[in-house]
């Protein structure tokens, strides 16, 4: 049957009409949605705005250029434009609602905005809200006071206060990682940087538009960038989640805006100025003629006049070149003979005071050898003596001391006598070996063992002044080999002493090691410090004469160089192998003695 036209009506009584079935359906319909409004939602997650709503539009009040109130109180900015045109376009009415930045992303969540105009993208806050397609990027800087040190990346602000807005991208990132440094939190972004150009702050983290914005606006003159491009953000519009139908009206706003070209003119209006200007070459190219060709003429001219005489001045310049080497090669032989002749004096002066102090020493510490088994016999003597009185009378004291502690302690006292004297002797004895003067010719079978041994008594004051961590790893047996005992001594005795001065602290040990290669045809020995360590550029220049990179402490540079040829003269070869700041290693490696020579 059909429905009787919304046109045609029965009468009742003159001037009166029956209601239609439509329209008395649509009244129903209305009664319903009041009394049972939650009818009227399908799902409680989905969004509606009836196309005469006024959508509410939340952004930070102090965010310039991109959204901020003017000095009358009026939204204004990039963002702001920018909304107002989308509204324009898709026919939408808005309302706009600035605050702190804090506010607006509580009122998004609470329902009393529908949508934020600008808001960063992370992973983190597109849990929380969907995102539009990007309308810019946000780049940020990190803002110093022009006295401060110079940064090149985050980390170089580790210990320093810094300061962020705070709920911004940056606040998120740096505490989503524990940024190793004081964030000091602010109401706004000016904020932060009125800290840093008071002192209150070291570094301030901001975006770099709206930074360079508030320092022009506010006369900051003492801050500048330091860094301009700490992280890049997409900027989109932000909507609660699972409003999708709000921002897919966004997002078809801002299409309809970068294809008219709308959108990129809101954006040259109000950050573009804030950019660098755009390079203009045909500009570029006109003043580059006006100069460079009138300059390149002069140029030309310049060259075909010098021409004439480059040929003559070459040969000349070559001719003064080699005077100049010749006579430099010169000055360095007689400045190295000299020195050299210097060195010899000192180490010929140095045998004979040497000679000198060990008579003097052996003297008195001949006396102690001779006499401490005197001394030794005489308490055998009286020792049955001192028991007996102490068994009958008890306990007496000897030397200040009570008998019954001084029965032990004497035997003791009277051995580390005996071995110090005995270590004295062989330590003067070392010393002259050191010292004396001998011929490189005058070579003998030897045992590379007990050079270095000796060498470690020479030098164990040093030692333990300079290191409590000395390792020694001696391979026996070692095959023997030709050579002069004493000059491969005075080698080992110069990197050990290398060794310890290169350590920066005791805790740093020395290893000292012998060994020999699988076919029994080569012997080394390797010295170790964890020192210092050598620049890899002064390797290759260790055993140049007078080379020194201890020039300040007294170091001649002629050590590894006399080292380097003694090792030379015995058929060896001496290499390095160094880490700055880890250590160093010396290795020297000499041939085995053949059977029928040893």
Known sequence: MPLPSPSRHRRTSPGAAIPSPWLLFALALALLAVLFPTLATAHPDVYHHPPGSVIVVGGDRDYPPYEYLDKDGRPAGYNVELTKAIAEVMGMKVRFRLGTWSEMREALQNGTVDVLEGMSYSDERAAEVDFSIPHTIVNHAVFARRDSHNVNTLHDLEGKTVAVHRGGIMHDYLAGIRFPAKLVLTDTPADALRRVAAGSADYAIVAIVPGMYIIRELKLSNLVPVIRNVASQRYCYAVDKGNQ???????????????TGQQQAIYEKWLGVLEPAPVDWKMVVKYAAIVVVPLMLLLGAFALWSRTLHHEVALRTADLTREIAEKQRAQEELLLNQQQLVQADKMAALGVLVSGVAHEINNPTGLILLDIPVLKRAHQDTTPILEEYYHEHGDFPLGGIPYSEMREEIPRILDGMQEGAKRIKRIVHDLKDFARRDDAGDRAGM??????????RLVDPTIRKATGNLTVRLT??????????????QVVVNLILNACQALPAPQRGITVSTGVSSDGERIDLRVEDQGSGIAPENLSRLTDPFFTTKRDSGGTGLGLSVSAGIVKEHGGSMSFASTPGEGTCVTLTFPAAKEASA
């Open 447 to 456: 045992d590379l063992n007990e050079v270095v041994r000796t060498a470690l």
């Open 476 to 489: 026996d047996p070692l095959p023997s080999m030709v050579g002069n005992a004493q000059r491969i001594e």
């Open 245 to 259: 139908e709000l921002i897919s009206r966004f997002n078809e706003g801002l299409a309809i805006l970068k294809k």
